[in-house]
């Protein structure tokens, strides 16, 4: 069975700061990983995802994440915050040989001026 | 329109009622999702379709809840008996047939069911 988990329900930042997301995964098999952006009152879009190939994955908007299979973690940054980011963020997690994304609880992201 | 679209994105209902939710996948998008979105966990996942039969309907909170598709395309989420504990966010989301593993998932703005 495949899960994550997301360390912290809210991170706060200041504009212009390291945005460090968290995310730790569980899977009996080599998994594919997912970060999907929720803005407020629309869908979720993917920010960006692994799936074995490069362990460092650059997505949209200036984010990325690395895959580190001896933590289990899939940890999204970006180095610079922008008051756009204000949003909530989840992580998800899927086994190669199923279909099913399975979604942690989300990190609501506050960007300060 | 391009993307997935949900109706309706606002229902409230009373305790008791039964409602219905529809998703419009991406034209060509073989499989399609229903996932629950309530506050302070995450996306639940209710059940997949690949085509028209659901292999996997695991998520489904209760007998209360059923869900079919028809056509390939369009899928209905029905919930009767509607109790408080229902209202939450359920987002449909669809994705282009592949090969093997789930690939990225399209989801449409979600549909808010308050129960009252």
């Known amino acids: 069975a495949q899960s994550v988990t997301q360390l912290g329900s809210h991170v706060s930042v200041s504009e212009g700061a390291l945005v460090l997301l968290r995310c730790n995964y569980s899977s009996s098999v080599p998994p594919y990983l997912f970060w999907y952006v929720q803005y407020p009152n629309q869908g979720l879009q993917l920010l960006l995802k692994?799936?074995?190939?490069?362990?460092l994955v650059k997505g949209i908007n200036g984010f990325e994440a690395e895959f580190k299979k001896s933590e289990t973690s899939f940890h999204l940054t970006k180095p610079s915050a922008h008051m756009s980011d204000a949003a909530e963020y989840f992580c998800a997690v899927s086994a190669t040989n199923t279909d099913k994304l399975i979604f942690g609880t989300g990190t609501r992201l506050q960007v300060f001026p | 329109g391009a993307g997935v679209s949900q109706s309706p994105s606002n229902k409230v209902t009373e305790k008791g009622k039964d409602v219905e939710l529809r998703c419009d996948p991406i034209s060509g998008h073989t499989a399609l999702y229903w996932y629950r979105q309530s506050l302070g966990q995450g996306l639940e996942f209710l059940i997949y379709?690949?085509?028209?039969?659901?292999?996997?309907k695991s998520g489904l909170p209760s007998d209360r809840f059923s869900a079919e598709r028809t056509g390939g395309s369009v899928s209905t989420l029905t919930i009767q008996r509607t109790q408080q504990e229902d209202s939450a966010v359920y987002l449909c989301a669809s994705r282009p047939p592949l090969a093997g593993w789930a690939g990225e998932l399209f989801f449409g703005e979600g549909s808010r069911l308050t129960v009252l």
């Open positions: 692994y799936t074995s190939a490069a362990t």
């Open positions: 379709f690949q085509g028209n039969s659901a292999p996997d």
